[in-house]
């Protein structure tokens, strides 16, 4: 009896020491990309739909942006000092031609979705647990920084706003991302039309298996079919065999904060709960990461409350854009504010591509119609 009450006790003690060691003031980073909107050009400006962060900030965390053209070296800076990573959804290019050699290379925001990638998997190898979760567009980009092939990607769809449930592939629904759904919310994800999507791009099943890359750190939960002018299913969802990442082709954020018409976002009370509770899941991952701030003030001046959220998009119900960090370093803290013990600050502001001709530069911008992926391109933005 004794012994019994004494193991009673001691695991109580452990659980208390457990919930005390959680980061109760967890901030996430959220990947700005490439501004496509009238007035704001990407030479200049960076954005991200408001959804994002109102979504993560839903789940009790605090949101900084992450600059997608900071240097590398900045940018790990950055990473160092928040508790997870969101990437977005997004209309932007993930491949650029290189004129010299006629070859596609990783765009900007590809390049830095990689050094993303590899420093969470850095991370969690070392047994820090840093997690990551990938919308559309960001998944995408994961995908092909784990395949180390930017042809991995089937890209014959074109279910732009519909809405369409998901159908878990081989005890997906056990899953860490879909088991904690009660059993109601896990039938109406594969029986209703739960999740918005918008993409001409996807990932095969097969082409998943196949690349050791991809399978050897990720599993499939869940596949989906496309609605508009048929094509093969795709992966709808994945998350790491080992480590706390995640991935979907959907758009769960859409469900509380997205109203345009255009998005036909689903906005069903199932979707809408089936939507919180997976980014309280998200958010509960990262609480499990001590990750701080070099000071206080660096992460006030961090924090998304500094930027102005506009009024109007004719894309999403309101965005926020960022100027470039060679345009306005100052307003990126996190990134160079560096201890003042380290003898070589890190303020190395080089492109990270040397656009050799104007032809290149509007490739750039305009061209990668194969990353058309995920949402609409902004024509006006009323700030």
């Not at 092909?144 to 809405?163: E, F, G, N, Q």
């Not at 997906?172 to 109406?188: A, M, T």
């Not at 959907?250 to 919180?276: G, V």
Request: hydrophobic letters at 40%; proline letters at 6%; charged letters at 20%.
């Amino acid at each position: 009896m004794v012994s019994r009450l004494y193991t009673v006790l001691s695991l109580s003690v452990l659980l208390i020491g457990l919930t005390v060691a959680l980061n109760n003031r967890p901030v996430i980073g959220i990947l700005t990309i490439p501004s496509k909107t009238t007035g704001h050009p990407s030479a200049n400006y960076s954005y991200f739909p408001s959804s994002y962060p109102k979504y993560v900030e839903s789940a009790g965390a605090r949101v900084i942006p992450i600059p997608y053209d900071a240097p590398f070296e900045n940018l790990t800076f950055l990473l160092s000092q928040v508790n997870g990573v969101v990437l977005t959804g997004g209309g932007a290019a993930k491949t650029i031609k290189d004129l010299n050699t006629g070859k596609l290379v990783p765009s900007n925001l590809t390049k830095a979705v990689i050094h993303i990638v590899d420093h969470v998997l850095e991370a969690n190898r070392r047994g820090e647990y840093f997690p990551l979760m990938a919308t559309c567009l960001g998944y995408e980009m994961m995908l092909m920084a784990l395949a180390k092939d930017l042809k991995i990607l089937y890209t014959k769809y074109h279910d732009l706003s519909v809405r369409a449930g998901v159908e878990f592939f081989r005890g997906g629904e056990n899953s860490r991302f879909w088991g904690h759904l009660p059993d109601s919310l896990k039938d109406f994800s594969e029986d209703e039309p739960a999740f918005a999507y918008h993409h001409y791009q996807a990932i095969l099943p097969d082409k998943f298996m196949k690349s050791k890359g991809i399978s050897n750190v990720l599993k499939i939960t869940s596949i989906s079919y496309p609605v508009n002018g048929g094509g093969p299913p795709f992966v709808a969802s994945v998350e790491g065999i080992k480590y706390p990442i995640y991935g979907i082709q959907f758009h769960p954020e859409k469900a509380a904060y997205e109203w345009l018409k255009e998005t036909n976002a689903p906005h069903f009370r199932e979707s809408l709960e089936i939507s919180q509770r997976m980014i309280n899941f998200f958010v509960n991952e990262a609480r499990k990461n001590d990750r701080k701030f070099i000071s206080e003030e660096v992460l006030q001046k961090s924090l998304l409350s500094n930027w102005v959220l506009s009024q109007r998009s004719s894309t999403y119900h309101q965005v926020y854009l960022f100027r470039t960090v060679l345009q306005e370093p100052a307003s990126w803290p996190a990134l160079f504010n560096l201890p003042k013990r380290l003898e070589e600050p890190v303020l190395q502001l080089a492109p990270r591509i040397k656009l050799k001709s104007k032809e290149m530069y509007e490739l750039e911008l305009f061209e990668g119609a194969d990353d058309a992926d995920d949402e609409y391109v902004d024509n006006d933005i009323y700030l």
